[in-house]
């Protein structure tokens, strides 16, 4: 196996969440495609999501390079975590409302004094140790993955040192057009210089990658030499055996992170009138968030006298232990970000939720990338946000299809298998 690829990636096991799943899936299936992967990562990076699970999927194939990051937004929140006497949560940075002092501070200094975000100080040792490492093994391709786009930066730099050298620029997550940095109070200058670096790595990088159609049209706009889309999805091989088992409650359970962008209340909304409506369902729903939760959702939820009665929040569940979640979740529910990117928005959690095989409901764009996924699959319906008439009736409909034990079907979800996708990923590679 002589084909090689070097893979630059700030989220890497032990880290848990979302973030990850893309490119250890695919490290994980390169092999089979006579690609041999490098990954480069921090030694010490901060995250609070971590799952020691997602180690087994890396292949022995795969070697793992790590090098130290120091990070100064982590030193802020156990700073501002010591002055306000509690923990502070990512998920407390991102939001769209009324914001605590330690917020707007927070807020802005991420926004304006480290762009495209902190890890940028990890840029120059990155690429120093890194231009070496690509020579010395005989590295022809890399790829950097973002967010954070600092990544990115990192692929620039290798590649104005080494010309010959092809790139893959990954973004998981737009950039200038990104939901995250209208959080951030930037200041036109620092908007500026977003769209100034994303450009720079458009325009560079050989092959522009991305997650939805969406995307593709957006960095097509923006001036990308070459665009090429290849969705996330999910592993068979974490779907193995998987055998739902109904109970006596009708459980709709939400995995993931809960922010503000993300925010589930209209579905909270329409399932509490749907309870006063409905004796029947009110005896028997059952809500649960599993994962990171924002403080003022839950706070909200833990207000509201009903809502309180009907939901609970349990903390993230190792990966290798989500099977038997989904065995006992009736409905999903998939929130999808509020925000202007909204149409393009599909969490890759989605993707497990077709392979869980239970309905999903969604809200957000009923006519956006996520939507048609769904729709195509049969796999539930995404309602407008605004639509609450329309988020109780698809709630009262898969109710009255769990009461009458009517069975669920998928069609077509076999494209989405993380070897399918590494297949499309070998044969880019291979074109390169």
Same mark, same amino acid.
């Given at each position: 196996?002589?084909?090689?690829?070097?893979?630059?990636?700030?989220?890497?096991?032990?880290?848990?969440?979302?973030?990850?799943?893309?490119?250890?899936?695919?490290?994980?299936?390169?092999?089979?495609?006579?690609?041999?992967?490098?990954?480069?990562?921090?030694?010490?990076?901060?995250?609070?999501?971590?799952? %020691? /699970?997602?180690?087994? *999927?890396?292949?022995?194939?795969?070697?793992?390079?790590?090098?130290?990051?120091?990070?100064?937004?982590?030193?802020?929140?156990?700073?501002?975590?010591?002055?306000?006497?509690?923990?502070?949560?990512?998920?407390?940075?991102?939001?769209?409302?009324?914001?605590?002092?330690?917020?707007?501070?927070?807020?802005?200094?991420?926004?304006?004094?480290?762009?495209?975000?902190?890890?940028?100080?990890?840029?120059?040792?990155? =690429?120093?140790?890194?231009?070496?490492?690509?020579?010395?093994? #005989?590295?022809?391709?890399?790829?950097?993955?973002?967010?954070?786009?600092?990544? #990115?930066?990192?692929?620039?730099?290798?590649?104005?040192?080494?010309?010959?050298?092809?790139?893959?620029?990954?973004?998981?997550?737009?950039?200038?057009?990104? *939901?995250?940095?209208?959080?951030?109070?930037?200041?036109?200058?620092?908007?500026?210089?977003?769209?100034?670096?994303?450009?720079?790595?458009?325009?560079?990088?050989?092959?522009?990658?991305?997650?939805?159609?969406?995307?593709?049209?957006?960095?097509?706009?923006?001036?990308?030499?070459?665009?090429?889309?290849?969705?996330?999805?999910?592993?068979?091989?974490?779907?193995?055996?998987?055998?739902? /088992?109904?109970?006596?409650?009708?459980?709709?359970? #939400?995995?993931?992170?809960?922010?503000?962008?993300? *925010?589930?209340?209209?579905?909270?909304?329409?399932?509490?009138?749907?309870?006063?409506?409905?004796? %029947?369902?009110?005896?028997?729903?059952?809500?649960?968030? =599993?994962?990171?939760?924002?403080?003022?959702?839950?706070?909200?939820?833990?207000?509201?006298?009903?809502?309180?009665?009907?939901?609970?929040?349990?903390?993230?569940?190792? #990966?290798?232990?989500?099977?038997?979640?989904?065995?006992?979740?009736?409905?999903?529910?998939?929130?999808?970000?509020?925000?202007?990117?909204?149409?393009?928005?599909?969490?890759?959690?989605?993707? %497990?939720?077709?392979?869980?095989?239970?309905?999903?409901?969604?809200?957000?764009?009923?006519?956006?990338?996520?939507?048609?996924?769904?729709?195509?699959?049969?796999?539930?319906?995404?309602?407008?946000?605004?639509?609450?008439?329309?988020?109780?009736?698809?709630?009262?409909?898969?109710?009255?299809?769990?009461?009458?034990?009517?069975?669920?079907?998928?069609?077509?979800?076999?494209?989405?298998?993380?070897?399918?996708?590494?297949?499309?990923?070998?044969?880019?590679?291979?074109?390169?």
């Amino acid at each position: 196996m002589n084909k090689r690829v070097l893979i630059i990636t700030y989220y890497w096991p032990p880290s848990g969440g979302s973030g990850v799943q893309r490119w250890l899936k695919f490290v994980k299936y390169l092999p089979q495609f006579e690609w041999e992967p490098f990954v480069f990562t921090p030694e010490n990076p901060s995250f609070e999501l971590k799952d %020691e /699970s997602l180690t087994k *999927d890396v292949p022995p194939e795969a070697e793992v390079i790590k090098l130290p990051i120091w990070e100064p937004y982590s030193a802020y929140a156990r700073f501002s975590g010591w002055l306000t006497g509690k923990p502070v949560k990512s998920t407390d940075y991102i939001s769209t409302g009324k914001k605590s002092v330690f917020q707007t501070i927070a807020g802005f200094i991420r926004g304006n004094f480290f762009i495209p975000d902190p890890k940028i100080l990890w840029k120059r040792p990155a =690429v120093k140790f890194l231009n070496d490492f690509i020579q010395h093994n #005989h590295i022809r391709i890399i790829v950097t993955t973002g967010p954070p786009h600092s990544m #990115h930066l990192i692929g620039l730099a290798l590649k104005k040192k080494n010309p010959s050298l092809k790139w893959i620029a990954d973004f998981r997550d737009p950039w200038s057009r990104w *939901d995250l940095l209208d959080t951030l109070h930037l200041t036109a200058p620092a908007r500026a210089r977003h769209r100034q670096l994303e450009h720079r790595v458009l325009v560079a990088a050989d092959c522009v990658l991305t997650v939805t159609p969406h995307y593709v049209n957006w960095f097509n706009e923006l001036g990308a030499r070459k665009t090429v889309l290849i969705t996330n999805g999910y592993d068979e091989d974490d779907f193995s055996g998987l055998q739902y /088992s109904k109970g006596n409650k009708f459980t709709v359970r #939400h995995l993931g992170v809960v922010d503000e962008l993300r *925010d589930p209340r209209p579905f909270m909304l329409a399932a509490r009138q749907a309870c006063t409506e409905n004796s %029947e369902l009110a005896a028997v729903l059952s809500i649960e968030f =599993v994962g990171q939760v924002n403080s003022a959702f839950r706070s909200w939820v833990e207000a509201d006298e009903q809502l309180s009665k009907i939901t609970t929040f349990r903390s993230q569940v190792p #990966h290798d232990r989500l099977l038997e979640v989904y065995k006992q979740t009736d409905v999903l529910l998939l929130v999808l970000a509020n925000s202007s990117i909204a149409p393009g928005n599909i969490p890759g959690k989605l993707f %497990e939720y077709l392979g869980s095989g239970r309905p999903v409901i969604g809200i957000g764009p009923a006519d956006g990338d996520a939507a048609a996924i769904m729709s195509k699959a049969g796999a539930g319906m995404v309602v407008e946000r605004d639509n609450l008439q329309g988020i109780k009736a698809g709630l009262l409909r898969l109710f009255f299809g769990w009461n009458n034990n009517t069975p669920t079907s998928r069609s077509g979800i076999e494209h989405y298998s993380r070897r399918s996708l590494t297949a499309e990923l070998a044969a880019l590679l291979n074109s390169l």
